[in-house]
């Protein structure tokens, strides 16, 4: 298609500026869309080359590959995401943010392409973006923690299994649901216990389920 574009005589010299305008953004789409159709390929466990880099423990090309825009949603044939396999492999704090921070980034590029950045927009569409982006963000990274591997564990019950306490208190300080279960029925609190974690971590736990239930209250009430 880029191919066709390109040929089909919108580049010509006797365009202009305009022209080279056009071809250099189509160069940049047809290397983007390539770019992007790689990462998505998967090998027979269902791994792409984000999940495969964590699972090797390659930060540094995690890194790069999030950054070119590699899906960490995306799950492997047990059901693991990139966070599920960053926490497993014992991969750092940092690029267990990062990988949450790289699917923020994912949902707002879908925004910014939604045509709701023209220049032109009026001051209370611009604030209508800024909070969809704000809400984008919040959404995004919510969506992430609540998927689930074929075990029925969420990054944060992953986290608390293999007992990765700091993990488990960076995910719920950005909204990890506590009473999530996995297939035994087992809620963070239960895994906390089993693994015989320290108190700090088991009262973090309840202290956001506490607040959890209490912003569902003011939901309820509003």
């Known amino acids: 298609c880029i191919h066709v574009l390109v040929h089909s005589g919108m580049t010509e010299p006797s365009l202009g500026f305009s022209g080279q305008l056009i ?5 940049r ?30 930060e540094d090309i995690s890194r790069i590959l999030l950054d070119l825009g590699a899906d960490p949603t995306i799950t492997d044939i047990d059901g693991n995401t ?29 925004l910014g392409h939604s045509g709701m950045t023209e220049p032109s927009l009026c001051l209370s569409r611009q604030q209508i973006h800024h909070d969809l982006d704000r809400y ?23 986290a608390l299994y293999y007992r990765r306490k700091e ?6 300080d950005r909204g990890a649901d506590p009473t999530s279960t996995d297939i035994g029925g087992n809620t963070a609190l239960h895994l906390a216990i089993s693994h015989n ?4 971590t088991i009262f973090h736990i309840i202290d956001a389920a506490g607040m959890r239930s209490l912003r569902q209250d003011e939901i309820m009430e509003q």
């Not at 290397?31 to 964590?54: E, W």
């Not at 993990?167 to 719920?172: Q, T, V, Y």
């Not at 974690?197 to 700090?200: C, D, F, V, Y």
């Open 23 to 27: 071809h250099n953004g189509l160069d």
């Open 197 to 200: 974690l320290i108190l700090p």
């Open 29 to 58: 789409y047809a290397i983007r869309y390539s770019t992007m159709k790689l990462l998505k390929l998967r090998n027979y466990k269902g791994r792409t080359a984000l999940t495969y880099a964590v699972f090797y423990r390659c």
């Open 82 to 110: 990139a966070l599920h396999l960053a926490i497993k492999r014992e991969l750092s704090g940092q690029i267990i943010i990062d990988i949450i921070e790289a699917t923020k980034a994912q949902r707002i590029h879908v």
């Open 136 to 158: 984008a963000k919040r959404d995004s990274t919510l969506e992430l923690l609540k998927l689930r591997n074929n075990n029925g564990r969420t990054a944060l019950s992953h």
């Open 167 to 172: 993990i488990s208190r960076i995910l719920l």
